[in-house]
């Protein structure tokens, strides 16, 4: 079996716009930068997709000196990565983790984008938030701002018997990017994810640790922010899983073993 990495991606902003990459570092708490930022409401409570879809056509872009974001009409705002302000309590699903707040002309920026108070937030630093330990067991999977672990794993066949199913109904085929991965691997027959333990690639290690329950950003546009339909009732019919109460594509991963990961590399896999 020739399983390789397709494609890499991060999410600097929760809820924004991916970065495409042909090599990443992967650490402890999953790739570099992703999900490291977040938009909140007034009172710390996070926000996505799930109700401000939006977000979607909000673009990051990263240098060595700032968090550049644009979206369509709007100035571009650009965030010094040397910006650390005021330290605040964040909200994200049950969890309560510290952040340090972007400042006003970011909060400006998302404010007006939204039409509602925002703040932008950055993971503290020294900010602990773990990976729910059910799933994650006695690995040490720090979490940043993403929905619950690290990583998220898919691959190609999967996507490609979820577009079988929905043969022309909805023209051209969906994409990748509908579901948010990181990791993205070629050459395993469908659903073979299913039934993977471990990941090698070069030195790095991830451990398959959860099957990803999936919610309707994955029916939005991840370049415009339209809602669609599919994929959910293709996947309530391949993919429904009745301990965790919903349609599941790809995996949730933990980090094993750190390491820097390309586009191409090959990957060793071990079965449960």
Not at 14 to 21: L, M, V
Not at 215 to 233: A, F, K, M, S
Request: proline share 6%; charged share 25%.
């Amino acid at each position: 079996m020739n399983v390789r990495i397709d494609s890499l991606a991060y999410y600097p902003i929760k809820g924004c716009h991916r970065i495409e990459c042909r090599m990443a570092e992967l650490l402890p708490s999953g790739l570099r930068h992703d999900r490291e930022w977040m938009v909140v409401e007034a009172n710390g409570t996070f926000i996505t997709q799930r109700t401000d879809a939006i977000l979607a056509t909000v673009v990051p872009a990263l240098d060595a000196a700032a968090l550049h974001v644009a979206a369509p009409g709007r100035r571009a705002l650009r965030v010094p990565l040397s910006t650390r302000g005021e330290r605040r309590a964040v909200r994200i699903w049950k969890d309560t983790c510290d952040a340090n707040d972007m400042g006003d002309e970011a909060a400006d920026w998302f404010s007006a984008l939204l039409g509602r108070p925002l703040r932008l937030v950055r993971f503290a630093v020294d900010g602990d938030r773990r990976a729910n330990p059910q799933y994650a067991r006695d690995d040490f999977a720090p979490v940043k701002f993403s929905d619950a672990y690290p990583v998220l794993v898919t691959q190609l066949a999967s996507l490609a018997a979820v577009n079988a199913h929905i043969g022309g109904e909805i023209g051209s085929p969906l994409p990748m990017n509908r579901f948010r991965p990181n990791i993205v691997l070629a050459g395993l027959e469908p659903w073979d994810e299913d039934r993977i333990d471990r990941l090698r690639i070069g030195a790095a290690q991830l451990r398959l640790a959860k099957a990803s329950t999936r919610c309707i950003v994955t029916t939005t546009d991840q370049d415009t922010g339209e809602r669609g339909v599919e994929p959910l009732p293709a996947l309530k019919k391949l993919r429904w899983n009745r301990e965790l109460k919903g349609v599941t594509f790809g995996e949730n991963a933990t980090v094993l073993a750190s390491g820097t990961i390309r586009v191409g590399d090959p990957v060793e896999v071990t079965w449960r």
